[in-house]
């Protein structure tokens, strides 16, 4: 007798998702809520590209290294995993392109709101480091399919 466990494919979906879910109600909260965030009375925006990632690179001597770390690799590492997971619960965006624009809608939402209730700030250069975060995400899972299947 096997001590193996088997699941169905419907209940590998089902933990995917529970997991997907946990994992998305981690990143909310850090969002909104980690790093001792609190209301500001105005609410910071920055629309201009690579204007933020500019400024850390130039500033390297005076801001804390991990703060460089977290805000510029901080902002690709934490994203892998929600582009692996939409690369594996929604079989419709294993396309670089699609995954890329469903993700820019979501991550774009979530800033936007970070903005409205001034928790955090609203900046494309998050966005673009976001987006490259999920990519990779789709990029291991379809690194780790097709060694599997070979």
Do not use: C
């Amino acid at each position: 007798m096997s001590d193996t466990i088997h699941l169905t494919k419907d209940k590998k979906m089902i933990l995917g998702w529970l997991l997907f879910g946990i994992y998305f109600l981690m990143l909310i909260y850090v969002m909104f809520f980690g790093f001792s965030r609190s209301s500001y009375e105005e609410a910071s925006y920055n629309l201009i590209p690579f204007k933020t990632i500019a400024n850390y690179v130039n500033s390297i001597g005076y801001y804390n290294t991990s703060v460089i770390m977290i805000n510029l690799i901080g902002n690709v590492i934490v994203f892998i995993p929600f582009g692996l997971f939409l690369s594996l619960l929604i079989p419709n965006l294993r396309k670089s392109s699609l995954l890329i624009l469903v993700f820019i809608w979501l991550i774009g939402s979530l800033e936007l709101l970070q903005y409205v209730f001034s928790l955090g700030s609203l900046d494309i250069d998050d966005i673009l480091l976001n987006t490259v975060g999920a990519w990779l995400g789709l990029k291991v899972f379809l690194t780790v399919r097709m060694a599997l299947k070979n």
